[in-house]
């Protein structure tokens, strides 16, 4: 079984990248200007870990060398497991498009990890992906569980109630929704809800700007 299908990712608040600052060591690591694939991927598995919808297991491992090798659980089916990353059932790549990143430059002061003060000359700039911003990505999954595409639906579906990279709130959907399920839904009513209900946005921009509008006032 082999199902293609692109995901629009937009964030709604300021997407930092590169950079390294006192959150670095933990943060999702990214390059600048870039949002990896594979950030996108772990982030999923993260919120799916988190999130794990009923009738499926997880270990609750993100961490790769912690993942359990024996019998692993669906999380661990669907993402690949520690030194078998070809064993997952999914492939992440990022489509450029021409529109859509927004890129600001904010400035930062860069705080002392010990005085927690700001340091001398510490003042650097810091890319951001501005809010609005949008990114597609081509999701290739090519096992024939059935069950484990589900699970791959639910984990982005899970990623708009979770956080990527320092913080940034995202919203996805699932491009051309439509065709996806003519394609594989049947009469698969899970499946028909989940896809219908990752069709569009779940935040309307004319939300956001209200909420940004009553901030202000
Ligand atoms: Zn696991």
């Not at 799916?48 to 609750?60: A, H, L, N």
């Not at 065709?179 to 698969?188: K, N, P, Q, T, V």
Request: proline share 3%; aromatic share 8%; glycine share 8%.
């Amino acid at each position: 079984m082999k199902v293609e299908f692109k995901v629009k990712l937009r964030n709604l608040s300021s997407l930092t990248v590169g950079g390294g600052d006192i959150f670095g060591a933990a943060d999702v690591p990214m390059n600048v200007f870039d949002l990896p694939a594979s950030s996108v991927k772990g982030a999923m598995r993260t919120a799916i870990s988190k999130f794990t919808p009923q009738g499926y297991t997880s270990c609750g491992e993100v961490r790769p060398d912690k993942l359990d090798v024996g019998n692993p659980c669906d999380v661990c089916r669907l993402f690949g497991r520690t030194g078998h990353w070809g064993d997952s059932c999914f492939t992440v790549t990022q489509v450029k498009t021409e529109e859509g990143e927004r890129k600001e430059l904010l400035a930062r002061v860069r705080i002392d990890r010990r005085s927690w003060k700001a340091s001398k000359g510490g003042l650097f700039t810091q890319e951001v992906f501005g809010p609005k911003s949008e990114f597609t990505f081509l999701i290739t999954y090519h096992c024939d569980d059935r069950r484990l595409l589900k699970l791959l639906l639910y984990s982005i579906s899970a990623l708009r109630y979770w956080r990527l990279g320092r913080n940034a709130m995202i919203d996805l959907r699932i491009e051309d929704a439509d065709s996806l399920c003519r394609e594989i839904c049947d009469d698969d009513k899970e499946m028909r809800e989940l896809i219908t209900s990752l069709g569009d946005f779940i935040w309307s921009l004319e939300l956001l700007e209200g909420a940004e509008r009553g901030e202000r006032d």
